[in-house]
């Protein structure tokens, strides 16, 4: 029998918003397997749409900065929020995400580039540790460049300039005014900060990604007990339902709260007399993807498998 871990129905609850003792009895049907236990979940309507990169648990800061056609993010982590409102972390953290945009985001050649008075960003961040002392790490960081265009950024929940829990860039590829773009990339920035796209398109989605959703949809519609011709239809609905709320270009747009960005750049296009196109977008959000647990949890589950 598979020993189920706390830290396994952690992960799960996380992943799916079920209850505890719903994640520990999937877990359980499932042998331990993660994926199969969140599918069953969802299967039974027990589940949340599983959201991976929603799993925040680290503090820090992400830092955005972006000048002509090109832009770079960084995320520097810290133990506590404590720390990184500390207004040294903050200073330091700009610090990198402007060497980041001038480094491409390369994170190996961030770390060794040389800041103010002549050290590294790591001997930098070690002097930072051993006097903060709270452990902090720069965790990653990437860049965007488009030709002719611009790329704007945005920070969501800021507690400095080009400083927040969140942080977008926004590539694109246009030969209109400068100052149309920027304003235009911003909203749509806003836009990837509140909805987190999986994709660009639909053509860019994981196979694999639309392969399981499809199962997951066909398995609720066949409980149905309608004809097949009505449960394929039912699955498709699905499927565009899940377009809608996955794929960027098929969202709709945060700002009005009925217009399709896809739409959305067809309209800026007839506005600005060029064509508009998203070259890239990126998205960083403090601690997405870190196991964290609470301190207190174990013994909340340890206690719940002896009843």
Known sequence: MTNISAGMVKELREMTGAGMMDCKKALTETSGDIEASVDLLRKKGLAKAAKKSGRTAAEGLV?????????????VNSETDFVARNTEFQAFTKACSDLALEYDGDLEKLLAAPLAGGETVAQTLSNLVAKIGENMTVRRTTALSVSPGVVSSYVHSAVAPGLGKIGVLMALRSSAAADKLCQLGKQLAMHVAATSPLALDVS?????????????????????????????????????????????????????????????????????????????????????????PPEDFAAEVSSAAGN
């Open 63 to 75: 830092g955005a900065a972006a000048e002509e056609g090109a832009g770079a993010l960084v995320e």
């Open 204 to 292: 860019s989605l994981d196979p694999n990604v639309v392969a399981r959703e499809r199962a997951i949809f066909a398995d609720q519609a066949q409980q149905s007990g309608k004809p097949e011709n009505v449960v394929e239809k039912m699955i498709e609905g699905r499927l565009r339902k899940f377009y809608e709320e996955s794929v960027l270009l098929s969202q709709t747009f945060v700002i009005d709260g009925e217009t399709r960005i896809g739409k959305v750049l067809e309209n800026a296009a007839k506005e600005f007399d060029a064509p508009v196109e998203i070259a890239g977008y990126v998205r960083f959000a403090v601690g997405e993807g870190i196991d964290k």
